[in-house]
């Protein structure tokens, strides 16, 4: 019962809403009143509403809760006679800023009321306005079971004003919470990859030859290389000392005597020829 209910009265407020456009530009009557445009985080807020009472105060304490934003309240009548024409000019305005100083999300909000109350935000200007919006809009208009044209022209529906801050910034405690435990879970990713990295870096180094089984065979040539010159030099050694003997013994006092002594002799007995003489 209640969602055919819901479906009548969008079925109605539609048919409200196509007598406002005229059938011009008329969006899809299934994509109304559902989420078109997201803005996670907006950096300012513009709010369309009275500047007293307790709606205007609802939505600054819950974004200072939630998430400090910076807001730009455009001052509006929100019932009476020419409200729907500042409520449309507010938007309309909003949207007319320069790109730099221009809201990054709107709410167009107001309290709960009858219905003739709430009237202003089923006019035609009020709708094209919203509808038209280079800015996403939130409608918070009336209560949870208040309805009007503006909440099927806007990108979003809030039940209550303070609804519509909700949906319009997380909780900065969870944003700053969740940045955190991603930071965790990051950090867990590369200490993971570095252990799997330092395993298989492990597990290959295991396979490799040992140095002393590289170096082994060399050392062994090197040991017997060194054999082989200790050998050599001692037999050059022993050549050298034998040859060394035999010539020092050539070189000894008695011998040297000796043949003093027999070439003394042989000068003796030598003749001189006197024909050499003269």
């Known amino acids: 019962y209640a969602s055919g209910r819901a479906s009548l009265e ?3 407020m539609y048919s409200l809403l196509a ?5 011009n530009n008329l969006p899809d009557s299934s994509n109304m009143c559902h989420e078109t445009t997201s803005v996670a985080l907006p950096r300012t807020i513009g709010v369309v509403t009275s500047p007293t009472g307790s709606v205007i105060r609802d939505i600054l304490h819950r974004l200072a809760d939630r ?14 006679e020419g409200a729907a024409g500042q409520v449309a000019a507010a938007v309309r305005g909003f949207g007319a800023m320069p790109q730099s100083e221009r809201p990054d999300l709107l709410i167009v909000a107001r309290g709960g009321g009858s219905i003739e109350d709430l009237w ?3 006019e035609e200007p009020v709708v094209r306005a919203i509808a038209e919006s280079v800015i996403p809009v939130i409608s918070a208009v009336g209560h949870e079971t208040d309805t009007t044209l503006a909440d099927f022209a806007a990108d979003r529906r809030a039940p ?12 900065r405690s969870e944003l700053l919470g969740g940045v955190a435990e991603l930071g965790l879970r990051a950090s867990r990713a590369v200490n993971r990859s570095h252990a ?16 002393a089984d590289l170096l082994s065979p060399q050392q062994q040539r090197a040991d017997d290389l060194g054999e082989r010159l ?5 037999l050059q050694l022993a050549h050298a000392r034998g040859a060394l003997a035999r010539t020092s013994g050539a070189l000894r006092p008695a011998v040297l005597d000796t043949r003093v ?15 050499v003489l003269d």
């Not at 330092?198 to 290959?204: I, M, P």
């Not at 002594?261 to 024909?275: E, K």
């Open 10 to 12: 969008t079925s109605f």
């Open 19 to 23: 007598r406002a456009y005229g059938n």
């Open 67 to 80: 998430f400090p934003s910076h807001v730009l309240v455009w001052p509006v009548l929100v019932q009476g």
């Open 120 to 122: 202003a935000f089923n």
């Open 160 to 171: 209550t004003p303070t609804a519509a801050a909700e949906m319009a910034v997380p909780v």
């Open 196 to 211: 799997l990295a330092r395993e298989r870096l492990e597990a290959r180094a295991q396979r490799l030859p040992r140095l």
């Open 230 to 234: 200790r050998a050599a030099l001692g």
């Open 261 to 275: 002594a027999h070439a003394r002799d042989r000068l003796a007995r030598l003749t001189l020829d006197p024909a």
